[in-house]
Structure formats: C-alpha cells, structure tokens
Nanobody, 125 residues
Framework: QVQLVESGGGLVQAGGSLRLSCAASGRTFSSYNMGWFRQAPGKEREFVAAITWASRTTYYADSVKGRFTTSRDNAKNTLYLQMNSLKPEDTAVYYC??????????????????WGQGTQVTVSS
C-alpha cells in the first residue's frame, strides 16, 4: 500500500510557476507508475501527466504539453509537477496517484490504485 501527500499548491498570477510535490510512504513507491490529475469546480477529474516507474517515459495532456513537466526521485519517494506559464484555466485541485496497470491505461482515472488528498492551485488573471 502507498500513502500519498501532495504539497506546493497556492495562488499565483497568470504566467507564473508552481512546483507541486507528492510524498509517498512505503517502500514500494519505485514499483508504481505515477500520475497527476486535476479537478476544477463542477468538472470531472482529468488527466494531467504521468511518469513510468523508472522515469523512462512521460505522458501529458495536450492542454499542458510544453508547460508542465513531471519527474520523480525514487530515492526520496517523491513525485514532482513543475508548472510554468500558468493560465487561469489551470485552476483546480491537483491530485497525485499511483498506478500498477498496463501503460496504455495511464491516462485513465479508474486505473489508479491510490490517491492523495489533493492540493489547490489557483491562477489569477
């Protein structure tokens, strides 16, 4: 089992940057692929980014490609999401999640096994 805790959210102006962190407990973090999702008020939770267990491959939603970068440090049991050139439409609660399924399901919310509690990101115009 993996416990996940996000941090790093906050209020930022459009064009600014934030870095989210996701701290994982347990010795099996390195065996999980990891993903980031977000949920805006009144909207469904959507895929943002994912990274395979050995950091060989990353995946991004079209809406964040070129602006967001995900990475991980397995020695520190930590996942990161660097968010640059933020837009008001990036405002949402951001969640990290752990995944052990086939890679083709990395963008699918239902394929993730464990979730953090989320961190709020608000981008003002």
């Amino acid at each position: 089992q993996v416990q996940l805790v996000e941090s790093g959210g906050g209020l930022v102006q459009a064009g600014g940057s934030l870095r989210l962190s996701c701290a994982a407990s347990g010795r099996t973090f390195s065996s999980y692929n990891m993903g980031w999702f977000r949920q805006a008020p009144g909207k469904e939770r959507e895929f943002v980014a994912a990274i395979t267990w050995a950091s060989r491959t990353t995946y991004y939603a079209d809406s964040v490609k070129g602006r967001f970068t995900t990475s991980r440090d397995n020695a520190k049991n930590t996942l990161y999401l660097q968010m640059n050139s933020l837009k008001p439409e990036d405002t949402a609660v951001y969640y990290c999640a752990a995944h052990q399924g086939v890679l083709t399901t990395l963008t699918q919310r239902a394929s993730y096994d464990y979730w953090g509690q989320g961190t709020q990101v608000t981008v003002s115009s």
